[in-house]
């Protein structure tokens, strides 16, 4: 049983464009939802992260946008540049219980 | 300068070895977990231990051991019953029942066998 789903499994954006990525859960007691990039080789590392009391969080051209009611949260990547092309997972636990439930992640190539 | 340590960088075993995955945090983190990854799998948990002396099985267990004998150690022991241990292992820590639960994660250890 799959409890967070991601797509699409691949993206290719060219270079200034936006990249969109989309999660959706199940289990509505999940309180805590990151993203992890990950490069070639190495270990993810926290991207950004929302809780849901808020509905978006920003944090420089990195955006997740949250709707509690579809139980689905997105990342937004603006202005992408070949330096994003990494690996993304979403994830979702619950507070003070901490185990991260990952999506399958979604491998983005942003294209000169 | 903290973090996690995983070692060896790239491990090979033979069918029928059993290998043990090394993993060292300083953070004074209390939780410390074990990923696997597969190509198009995501991450999925293997082992995961809150406090000292204690861990739980994740969904994947079977064919592995872990110890945590000390809180900044939390080694990994592929057994030869795991039938296709082939994979990108991740190990992790993290302060739990904090409002910030971030995860911080090692380098890996890329286990082929030969």
């Known amino acids: 049983q799959q409890q967070v789903k991601q797509s699409p499994q691949s993206l290719i954006v060219q270079k200034g464009g936006i990249s969109i990525i989309n999660c959706a859960y199940e289990?509505?007691?999940?309180?805590?939802f990151p993203w992890y990039q990950q490069f070639p080789g190495k270990g993810p590392a926290l991207l950004i992260a929302?809780?849901?009391?808020?509905s978006e969080k920003k944090e420089g051209r990195f955006t997740i946008s949250f709707n509690k009611s579809a139980k689905q949260f997105s990342l937004h990547i603006m202005d992408s540049q070949p330096g994003d092309s990494a690996t993304y997972f979403c994830?979702?636990?619950?507070?003070?219980?901490?185990?991260?439930?990952f999506g399958k992640g979604t491998m983005l190539l942003v294209s000169p | 300068d903290g973090g996690i340590t995983q070692s060896p960088k790239y491990l090979f075993r033979k069918e029928g070895q059993n290998v043990t995955l090394s993993c060292e945090q300083n953070?004074?983190?209390?939780?410390m977990y074990w990923y696997r990854q597969d190509p198009g799998q995501g991450l999925r948990l293997i082992y995961y231990?809150?406090?000292?002396?204690?861990?739980q099985k994740g969904d994947i267990a079977e064919g592995y051991s872990v110890s945590r004998e000390k809180k900044e150690s939390f080694p990994l022991t592929v057994t030869s019953a795991q039938k296709n241990p082939t994979a990108f292992y991740l190990c992790a820590s993290s302060l739990p029942g904090q409002l910030n639960t971030e995860a911080f994660f090692g380098q890996g250890t890329r286990l082929t066998v030969v």
């Open positions: 289990n509505t007691a999940f309180d805590y």
């Open positions: 231990s809150q406090i000292v002396n204690d861990f």
């Open positions: 929302i809780r849901p009391d808020v």
């Open positions: 953070l004074n983190h209390d939780a």
């Open positions: 994830a979702a636990s619950l507070s003070g219980y901490s185990t991260l439930t």
